[in-house]
Every structure is written in structure tokens, then in C-alpha cells.
């Protein structure tokens, strides 16, 4: 944990110095939630709902995809020697998150202002947007992992995530879907389980397989 720890903060560190990329992904947000304001003006719940998706799909992909392939060889025969496999992708899956937390507080906020808000239960929606975070970070993580060991990591990245991002944005749907119309609660505690379920078998598979991966 203490080299998980070490490796977050540079993660943070090294994010601080070189803006650019956040900034840019900010920018990407903002700018699509507005282009798709002046586009539609008025939309209705579900289109509301599943746009949102949309774009929260489409910044996760642009703001975790550089994960690994802006670490040089040399800085990855570094890491190798001075820490562990499992720490390295740990770390890259924690600070995704909290980068996926960060983008989607201020995506949801900037949607809601922009777009009238139906939200019929804020806070379960809210718990959607943070679940659906963890979820989107801890996928395109692993999948970078495994695409970064190729010369195209780009369209590999997009093919392998492809069957576990849909199922995941189906399920997601659901729930902020049932949050937006004001449901009981209890009614999303499957859609829940199932993410919950989704997220540990991704994390666990991707402390398992990244050592395998780190020796090449």
C-alpha cells in the first residue's frame, strides 16, 4: 500500500504539471453539453438520461486511454524495478477514479444547469453517476493495460472494451433510469449487485493478469 500510495501522488504530480490533458478533457465536456444544448434545447427524460451517458462514455475513454501509453519504456523499466505489478495497476485504477469522480461532479453539474433537471431522486442519481465512475475507470484501466503491449493501442482499446461496456451502460441506464423517475430504492438493489459484481471481477482480473503483462 505504501508503494501504491507513492505512485498516486505521482500520478497527481505529474497531472498538475502538465494540465493540458485535463484541461482538455474539461473542455471536451463542456463544450459536447453545450453543442448538444444548442442542438436540441428541450429533451425529454430518457433522452436526458442516456445522453449524459453518452458523453460521460466518450470523456472517460479520451481521459483514461493516455494511461499507460504515455509512460516511455524507460519509465516502465524504472517502475519495474523499484516496485511491484500489482501496485502499478492499482495505483493507475485509484487515480482513474478519482479523476472519473472530479470529471463526472463537474459534468453532472454543468448538465443540470444547462438542461432543465427531471431528476426525481438527486441523490440516488448522484450514486449512479459515482458507481458508473468507479465502473468506467476500472474498465478502460485494465483494457489500456492490455493495449498498451501493442502497436495499436487505440483500436485495440476500443475493440476489447467494447462487450464489457455495453452490458455495463445497459445496467447503468437502468439505474439512473429508475432514480430519474423517483422509483423506491429497493427497486435498483439488483442493478447495484450487478455493478458492484462488475467492478470487483475487473479489478480482481486485473490484479491477476497485469503481472503477466508488466514482464513483457
Known sequence: MGQVGFLIRKEIVLEWRSKYALNGILLYVVSTIFVCYLSFKQINPVTWNALFWIIMLFASVNAISKS??????????????????????LS??????????????????????????????????????????ISFASVFTMISGISSKTGNSSALMAILSFPIIIPLLMVL???????MDGLDRSMSYNEMGVLAAI????ITVSLLLFPFLWKD
Open 68 to 89: 499507460f501509453s504515455q509512460e516511455n519504456s524507460g519509465r516502465q523499466l524504472y517502475y519495474y524495478t523499484i516496485t511491484s505489478a500489482r501496485a502499478v495497476i
Open 92 to 133: 493507475k485504477i485509484i487515480y482513474n477514479i478519482l479523476l472519473m469522480l472530479v470529471l463526472s461532479l463537474i459534468a453532472i453539474i454543468f448538465y443540470t444547469l444547462v438542461f432543465s433537471n427531471p431528476i426525481g431522486d438527486p441523490w440516488y442519481y448522484l450514486l449512479s453517476v459515482v458507481i458508473g465512475s
Open 173 to 179: 441506464i437502468k439505474f439512473s433510469k429508475n432514480a
Open 199 to 202: 467492478n470487483i471481477i475487473i
